[in-house]
Antibody, heavy 119, light 106 residues
Framework: QVTLKESGPGILQPSHTLSLTCSFS??????????VSWIRQPSGKGLEWLAS???????YNNPSLKSRLTVSKDTSNNQAFLKVTSVDTADTATYYC???????????WGQGVMVTVSS | DIQMTQSPSVLSASVGDRVTLNCKAS??????LNWYQQKLGEAPKLLIY???NLQTGIPSRFSGSGSGTDYTLTISSLQPEDVATYFC????????FGAGTKLELK
């Protein structure tokens, strides 16, 4: 059974760096074809794909945010991480991580973690 | 970036209706199109991948079709539990979501 759970700071100040952790079970990020994606959703709005990391260490970032995003993984501890630098109020959203199959099927999602950027 | 346009933005239908939701890409996405259902307060759920492949555990009343730039999600007989927002998602290039169609009961 695949499960994922996001964790983060809840609230942070503008210009700071947001650090999120995705802790998962039921799969390994060292297995061929496996990946974890990050997606966010401002309250009442649509979904935005942010980044993905794959079993082989390859990463893909949303070009519109590319320089601000860093995605990484700790295979031994079944975790994936997302860092977003220089946050502002526009980064306020619920952030999800999702198990991603080889052909970009985001088939299992975490419950999401709310992040508020406020001074 | 490939832009995904969903229509209508809001759809009201009755239980038992056949419902069609549309998604149009700004360029050919070669059938690399997934559909997600998001109920209020929940994470999205994968319904259909690569245009017409039903995800395991999803009822057969859901189906997908399309090619090129135009794609459709069809619910053959609307059930009360289908009230949700539906998003399309292309992965032909850098992944992008559509803005969603909110499906309501009439």
């Amino acid at each position: 059974q695949v499960t994922l759970k996001e964790s983060g700071p809840g609230i942070l100040q503008p210009s700071h760096t947001l650090s999120l952790t995705c802790s998962f079970s039921g799969f390994s990020l060292s297995t061929y074809g496996m990946g974890v994606s990050w997606i966010r959703q401002p309250s009442g709005k649509g979904l935005e794909w942010l980044a993905s990391i794959w079993w082989n260490g390859n990463t893909y970032n949303n070009p519109s945010l590319k320089s601000r995003l860093t995605v990484s993984k700790d295979t031994s501890n079944n975790q994936a991480f997302l860092k977003v630098t220089s946050v502002d109020t526009a980064d306020t959203a619920t952030y999800y991580c999702a198990h991603t199959r080889e052909d970009w099927e985001l088939d299992y999602w975490g419950q999401g973690v709310m992040v508020t950027v406020s001074s | 970036d490939i832009q995904m346009t969903q229509s209508p933005s809001v759809l009201s239908a009755s239980v038992g209706d056949r419902v069609t939701l549309n998604c149009k890409a700004s360029q050919n996405i070669n059938k690399y199109l997934n559909w997600y259902q998001q109920k209020l307060g929940e994470a999205p759920k994968l319904l259909i991948y690569n245009t017409n492949n039903l995800q395991t555990g999803i009822p057969s009343r859901f189906s997908g079709s399309g090619s090129g730039t135009d794609y459709t999600l069809t619910i053959s007989s609307l059930q009360p539990e289908d009230v949700a927002t539906y998003f399309c998602f292309q992965h032909n290039s850098w992944p992008t979501f559509g803005a969603g169609t909110k499906l309501e009961l009439k």
